[in-house]
């Protein structure tokens, strides 16, 4: 084997008989954005109103958190945090977990825009005081408002590339649409979270329809992972129906045979228990 002589300024550490592992990066967190959780004084990670594109993650970002030296203790050493709440959470940003500052913490920013996708159930208990029509109006209505800010923020791009000699005539600064050109005309990264088959099924439609770079959809494990696991053909959309009915015919099958091979095995257990086992 041949030696490799270290330099004098080079840290050498004996790991021999050890294991090595890289560090572990927490994809979506929260730390450095919320101490305690049931203290609002240290919630740090969500703003008021429904549209916040312009939140950074990495400006709230708590080097001094006393979460960041115990997480970093388990091998964590890369974080994405993540805003949250409303329709438009925020940007997130990807945070080392040794800075002395939120400037040195920064690895990368913005690591995408946070989206959460309107809730498309509809409710038919009892007591609910809204019918199924005004209740289908909202979703469409959270839907439009998506619409809406997407063209909003393609047409203050092009105001503010024209330029103008007169004072009066210039674009007006709004934060809430140019934080979001990144996303809509550079077509940056953009993360939508849903817990529901139809949820991704909108959202990735709604992305097609905007021409927006393909999303990424987070599915949260409480939620319906049916899209994921069995109707993953419809989480994104075809050219025509008829596609969507040759997938579902296929599933159909698969389950159906599937089905028959369960229901197979459970007799043949009670068969095989009752008359050979017993007798």
């Known amino acids: 084997e041949k030696n490799i002589m270290a330099s004098p300024e080079t840290d050498v550490y004996d790991v021999f008989g050890k294991h090595i592992i890289p560090g ?34 990495n400006v709230s970002y708590n080097p001094d958190s006393d979460l960041i030296p115990i997480t970093r203790s388990n091998g964590v050493l890369v974080v994405n945090s993540v805003p949250a709440g409303g329709r438009i959470s925020g940007q997130s940003s990807v945070m080392m977990l040794d800075g002395w500052t939120w400037e040195q913490a920064t690895l990368k920013h913005p690591s995408g825009l946070h989206i959460n996708w309107p809730s498309m159930r509809i409710n038919y208990g009892a007591n609910v005081k ?27 791009f092009q ?14 600064s709004d934060l809430r649409l140019e934080s979001m ?63 969507k009915k040759i997938w579902y015919s296929f599933l159909m099958l698969f389950l159906f045979i599937i089905f028959i091979v369960v229901v197979s095995a459970i007799i043949f257990f009670i068969y095989f228990f009752y008359y050979i086992i017993l007798f």
């Not at 809204?130 to 203050?156: C, G, N």
């Not at 105001?159 to 007006?172: D, F, L, P, V």
Request: some cysteine.
């Open 24 to 57: 572990y990066i927490a994809p979506i967190t929260r730390i450095g954005l919320v101490e305690i959780g049931l203290v609002k004084q240290t919630r740090d990670f969500t703003e008021r109103g429904s549209f916040n594109p312009n939140v950074k993650a």
């Open 130 to 156: 809204k019918s199924e029509k005004q209740q289908k109006e909202e979703i469409q209505k959270s839907i439009r408002d998506l619409d809406h800010m997407v063209r909003d923020v393609r047409a203050y």
């Open 159 to 172: 105001r503010i590339k024209q330029r103008s000699r007169i004072a009066g005539e210039r674009q007006k």
């Open 181 to 243: 050109i990144p996303f809509v005309v550079e077509k940056k990264k953009i993360f939508i979270h849903a817990d529901e088959a139809r949820q991704i099924k909108s959202a990735v439609e709604w992305a097609k329809k905007n021409d927006l770079k393909r999303p990424t959809v987070f599915v949260n494990f409480v939620g319906d992972m049916s899209c994921v696991i069995f109707f993953f053909p419809f989480c994104y959309p075809k050219k025509n129906n008829s596609q």
